[in-house]
């Protein structure tokens, strides 16, 4: 099992940007998703996007397309998530995971880092 260590949160505007980074520990060369989910105050968990630890194959949840970019490095031990244009409503407790795309469950879980969108 992997430990997963967050960081990179914080509170922004609407329109602003953050970057979120999961260290993943140990690293390993085996092939396996990384996933960004997240909770909203009062709302269920909801996956945002997933990569490959490869760093291919790229997915999203609807709301992020065009704002949010997941990205890893081969070789690499962080998988980083690029936020753009953000939204109040995209204001929640972010946790980086192994669990495939379009899951909120099963794998390795971080603690979490939280993003506050407000005016």
């Known amino acids: 099992e992997v430990e997963l260590v967050e960081s990179g949160g914080g509170s922004v505007r609407p329109g602003g940007s953050l970057r979120l980074s999961c260290i993943i520990n140990?690293?390993?060369?085996?092939?396996?998703?990384l996933s960004w989910i997240r909770q909203a105050p009062g709302k269920d968990l909801e996956w945002v996007a997933s990569?490959?630890?490869?760093?291919?194959?790229?997915r999203y949840t609807h709301d992020v397309i065009g704002r949010f970019t997941i990205s890893k490095r081969e070789g690499d031990n962080a998988v980083h998530l690029q936020m753009d244009n953000l939204k109040i409503e995209d204001t929640g407790r972010y946790y980086c995971?192994?669990?495939?795309?379009?899951?909120?469950?099963?794998?390795?879980r971080g603690r979490g880092t939280q993003v506050t969108v407000a005016s």
């Open positions: 995971t192994t669990s495939a795309p379009g899951n909120i469950s099963g794998g390795s």
């Open positions: 140990p690293f390993t060369w085996d092939l396996y998703w």
């Open positions: 990569i490959l630890s490869s760093g291919e194959s790229d």
